[in-house]
């Protein structure tokens, strides 16, 4: 299957508290997960990834944690901050199509301050 | 410098017309690819080219040709733009598909 699954949609945080983002994806052959951060009439920008051989990852307040049996991983932001307001893509490569990435649908999350 | 650049930003046209957009990348990475973006922020694949060429096409009307010159260049040309066609068009670069892509600052495309 070419599927990834995100959830949720929107996310509405107090700012210092923490977002979870959450993705699975159904090719159990994928090694690449990335997550990409898209503010308002800009380009997706990479922010983390994290490959197969790895549990989980972590760079300053942002973590991604990887579950290949469950084939599911998620984004944590520690101390939200209202510049991480913006959209967040999962993505996970499908090495049978082309090494293609496929993207989930995206989460707005919005922190108020 | 910018890493991956598109041209132009905006491109506001009638049905019908043909259009075309530019991406070049100064990365010397090996792999290029086109997203489009809908209305609801859905990032889907369109093609993809390594080292000149075509490895992936999904299912794309074949009104869309990408034309890759070299490995720093991928264009895509559009004959009789549809309404249907108005996105935002990314162009993007990696070494190869599992590692991290650079976008460009993307397209908009208008149809009217």
């Known amino acids: 299957g070419e599927n990834v699954e995100q959830h949720p949609s929107t996310l509405s945080v107090q700012e210092g508290d923490s977002a979870v983002i959450k993705c699975t994806y159904s090719?159990?052959?994928?090694?690449?997960f990335p997550w990409y951060k898209q503010e308002l009439g800009k380009r997706p920008q990479l922010i983390i990834d994290?490959?197969?051989?790895?549990g989980e990852k972590k760079d300053q307040r942002i973590a991604v944690t990887l579950n290949k049996t469950a084939k599911h991983f998620s984004l944590h932001i520690t101390e939200t901050q209202p510049e991480d307001s913006a959209v967040y893509f999962c993505?996970?490569?499908?090495?049978?199509?082309?090494?293609?990435?496929?993207f989930g649908a995206g989460t707005i999350l919005r922190v108020k301050s | 410098d910018t890493a991956v650049s598109q041209t132009p930003k905006y491109l506001v046209t009638q049905m019908g017309n043909d259009k075309s957009i530019k991406c070049e990348q100064n990365?010397?990475?090996?792999?290029m690819y086109w997203y489009k973006q809908d209305s609801k922020k859905f990032l889907k694949i369109m093609f993809s080219?390594?080292?000149?060429?075509?490895?992936i096409n999904e299912t794309v009307p074949n009104r869309f040709s990408p034309k890759s010159p070299d490995k720093a260049h991928l264009n895509l040309h559009i004959n009789s733009l549809e309404l249907g066609d108005s996105a935002v068009y990314f162009c993007?670069?990696?070494?190869?598909?599992?590692?991290?892509?650079?976008f460009g600052s993307g397209t908009r495309l208008t149809v009217v």
């Open positions: 993007a670069s990696s070494l190869r598909g599992d590692y991290g892509y650079t």
């Open positions: 993505a996970a490569n499908l090495r049978e199509y082309g090494n293609k990435l496929v």
């Open positions: 994290i490959r197969s051989n790895v």
């Open positions: 090719d159990s052959a994928s090694n690449y």
């Open positions: 990365l010397g990475h090996d792999t």
């Open positions: 080219y390594n080292n000149k060429e075509l490895i």
